[in-house]
């Protein structure tokens, strides 16, 4: 029996460019769909650019109409002020599934390495690297895409087990 193909968007946070990747899982089968960035204005004020992103998030899930939609955690710097406008922007990357009543799984950056690359602390050219060789039509042209991408592969490696734990939890 095999199980149905579920479209995956991954979403890798930014304020200043948002990347976004979909695919196609079919058991363990991955296969490419599109990437690409999200971009607001550096001219316009903080609600403006948070603007920018939405309508951009809001139209990928339009297009594309992923089942599940994964997206990577804030990486905390030593920045206060640039790590809170990250954050700004991750809240409408979680904000954006959500009101199209999405299931949104989140990943901390070392985890998406580690599943994709095998390293917990690899450098975006080989996060670039791997994307490409896992999925061979991909073609990212930023590493803000390829990061994306990394990140729906994470969550086509770990949907399964979260859903296993999520029912054991409810039968507890």
């Not at 899930?61 to 991750?90: I, M, S, W, Y």
């Not at 990943?107 to 917990?120: C, E, R, S």
């Not at 896992?134 to 930023?142: C, D, H, W």
């Amino acid at each position: 029996m095999t199980k149905p193909a579920i479209r995956i968007l991954g979403i890798d946070p930014g304020l200043r460019k948002t990347g976004w990747g979909v695919v196609v899982c079919e058991g363990t089968r991955l296969a490419f769909v599109a990437c690409g960035c999200v971009t607001s204005s550096d001219k316009l004020p903080l609600a403006e650019r948070l603007r920018e992103l939405h309508d951009g998030l809001s139209a990928i899930v339009c297009e594309h109409g992923p089942d599940e939609v994964a997206v990577e955690e804030t990486f905390v710097n030593k920045d206060a002020q640039a790590t809170l406008k990250l954050g700004h922007a991750r809240a409408v990357a979680l904000l954006v599934p959500a009101l199209a009543g999405l299931p949104v799984a989140e990943y901390a950056a070392n985890l998406v390495k580690k599943t994709v690359v095998g390293i917990g602390h690899a450098e975006k050219a080989q996060v670039l690297a791997m994307v490409r060789v896992l999925l061979p039509k991909a073609a990212p042209e930023t590493a803000d895409a390829a990061d994306a991408l990394a990140v729906a592969i994470t969550h086509a490696q770990h949907r399964q087990a979260r859903a296993l734990r999520a029912a054991a939890m409810m039968r507890a």
